[in-house]
């Protein structure tokens, strides 16, 4: 991966170096104009801006926490810190720590890394649903004339449609997860297993993600905290564009226009490396002002580099010294969570097993979890003598299965299955049973004894020649009562 990272990385570095070189003789830059731009900025409208990003924090910190909930009460505010540290890490060092996140909330919480995995597939979907949402909305509701009408319209319909199927993927998946992952995992194991196994390991973890809501009132909670971000986020963008007031097309952004913007600048902002990714960003939303809204080179490039400053890098400075009182070194944590998470995958490839009508059980145990606790793994004793199983469910709680039944089949030759209803759980077996020594038929045992006790009165236990015990004096042996004589 990390080689992966280093090519794509100096790919981006020679056409970023190109496109310098092909645009020097070609384009005019002003940098005294690009100056002046930032100096007559409205300073206080970037402001506003700012603390709606940071506002945007404490919204993900209560979402994350609402989705705790079911398994563990977490104070709303507690996790503020793993966002900021997480966002900080991701700013500064890439995608490559977007599990940065999800591993602080799993060692601050003590839950599961697979929990917080879950949680973080959820708050994406709501990330994606909600900017999905907006966009569309309001861009099928305005009658103002925009760049490219056609395609923009198509677009907003593609996005709404797009919405819709997400929720009802959402409900499906709610509903019969384990269905959905297995008929996803079957069709696209056709052109390849490996992919198709990914397939349905990333539905069973949105599945698991989405037991973490247990009625619709906590979906509509999660949903308006991510509606109100989103809406701040796109606060915070219309600020900064008409905070550039020596620009008339920035000074005069519209809703629709700035949702456009948005939207270009998510894209540019998808494959974000490590600095590099900073100038690639500002460079791509740079040319969307000038080419989609005729802003010039300068002052784009300097809303651009604004809109990077304020939605994206400022958190950084916040989230070093919180990592400091933390104690937390963002670039261990993003290895650590890195090495976690590709440890996890490849439990999750292990002990899924399917019925498949050979074999006869044999023995079956009900197992039902406590209200409070949460179904990870149940033990057990097998019908053959000392066979002890520990069977883990593989990694992703099921919080549904709470005060549910599962059914833990043993057959004969040795395979264990675990059912809820008619759906396989994946599961990974610990202490597996040690063999037996055959029995010892009585004519061997009796051999045995005889060979010990000989061995006990062998030549060899018995005293020295040299020995004080054959220094004693001999005596008589005492007859018909008598004393012995010294």
Not at 29 to 41: E, K, S, Y
Not at 432 to 449: C, E, G, H, W, Y
Request: net charge positive; glycine share 8%; with cysteine.
């Amino acid at each position: 991966m990390k080689r992966n990272q280093l090519g794509l990385g100096l790919v981006l570095v020679a056409a970023l170096v190109a496109l310098v070189v092909w645009g020097r003789d070609r384009m005019h830059f002003d940098f005294q104009l690009f100056r002046a731009q930032l100096a007559l900025a409205d300073w206080r409208k970037i402001g506003i801006a700012f603390a709606c990003i940071y506002l945007c924090y404490v919204f993900r910190s209560v979402r994350w926490a609402l989705m705790l909930r079911p398994n563990k009460k977490v104070a709303p505010f507690s996790l503020l810190g793993t966002q900021v540290m997480g966002f900080t890490a991701v700013a500064l060092i890439g995608r490559v720590a977007d599990p940065v996140r999800p591993y602080l909330v799993a060692k601050k919480t003590g839950l599961p890394l697979s929990l917080q995995i879950a949680v973080y597939i959820v708050e994406r979907m709501f990330d994606l649903g909600s900017m999905a949402l907006i966009f569309s909305t309001v861009l099928l509701t305005t009658h103002e004339a925009l760049p490219h009408p056609e395609l923009l319209l198509r677009v907003a319909k593609g996005g709404l449609i797009a919405t819709v199927a997400l929720a009802a993927f959402t409900v499906v998946v709610r509903m019969a997860g384990g269905v959905v992952a297995a008929f996803i995992e079957k069709s696209m194991g056709i052109f390849s297993a490996r992919l198709g196994h990914s397939a349905g390991h990333k539905i069973r973890m949105f599945r698991a993600g989405l037991d973490t809501m247990e009625n619709f009132a906590d979906f509509a909670v999660a949903a308006t905290l991510s509606l109100a971000m989103w809406g701040l986020i796109t606060l915070a963008y219309l600020e900064i564009t008409r905070a550039f007031t020596n620009s008339p097309e920035l000074a005069s952004m519209t809703l629709p226009r700035c949702l456009v913007l948005m939207a270009s600048s998510m894209v540019a902002s998808g494959f974000q490396l490590p600095i590099i990714g900073w100038f690639t960003q500002i460079g791509l939303v740079a040319a969307a002002m000038s080419t989609l809204f005729g802003v010039a080179a300068e002052a784009a490039t300097a809303c651009a580099a604004t809109l990077l400053l304020v939605t994206f890098l400022s958190i950084a400075p916040v989230g070093l010294i919180w990592a400091q009182f933390e104690h937390v070194s963002l670039r261990k944590v993003t290895a650590e969570s890195g090495q976690a998470g590709e440890a996890l995958a490849e439990e999750e490839t292990e002990g899924s097993i399917g019925l498949d009508g050979t074999t006869t059980a044999w023995m079956a145990n009900v197992y039902s979890a406590k209200a409070t606790d949460t179904l990870s793994a149940v033990g057990f004793y097998a019908g053959a003598l000392n066979t002890r199983y520990v069977v883990q469910t593989g990694g992703v709680p099921r919080y549904a299965l709470r005060g549910k039944e599962v059914t833990v089949v043993s057959y004969a030759d040795g395979r264990i299955e675990i059912l809820h209803g008619d759906e396989l759980l994946p599961f990974k077996v610990f202490d597996p049973p040690k063999p037996q020594q055959p029995p010892i038929d009585a004519k061997t045992l009796n051999a045995r004894v005889d060979h010990i006790i000989t061995r006990r009165w062998s030549d060899k236990s018995r005293p020295a020649p040299k020995h004080p015990w054959r220094r004693y004096p001999l005596v008589a042996a005492s007859w018909d009562g008598q004393l012995a004589i010294p």
